[in-house]
């Protein structure tokens, strides 16, 4: 019987590391290292630590393991990654969900010119029907996706991982 109590506070410990990851409402994007706490690199496990256990798979990728943390069930807007062997290639933002800021105070729906005024040197790429403006820095590229002349998303991808999405 003595040992049933470090069970039940072990077990009371795991349910609650879980019960408190949940898909992230609003999220900081730090250009060249992170978007809500998720780093490239990071294993399938560190993000579902960060981020839950409530997403979904993308069936049509093309082959590429991708989740989508949706902000609410089956609506496209939330953030999602991309993994390849198992770790974080690409984390980025769906549609344009509200709150989700850089530590610039460059907020998703800002005008474009906002992201050229914030950050220089920006590499600009079609994705047809929107555009990414690039930021490169050594082992990442964080972009700032714009749709209609409005920043609309964030996206942080190693160099050799899809821009567009």
Sequence with gaps: ???AGKLVAIVAFVL??????APPQTGVLVPGR????VSLGMTQAQVR???GSRYGVCRDCGGRTTWYFNRERFRPQGAGVELRDGRVVAVFTLWRPPGWRT???LVLGEPEARITETYDALTRVECGGYSALMLRTAGTVTAFYVYEGRLWGFGLTRPDALVCR
């Design 1 to 3: 019987m003595r040992h």
């Design 16 to 21: 609650v590391g879980t019960a408190s990851a």
């Design 34 to 37: 992170s978007l809500a706490g």
């Design 49 to 51: 630590d960060a981020w």
């Design 103 to 105: 530590p610039d105070g």
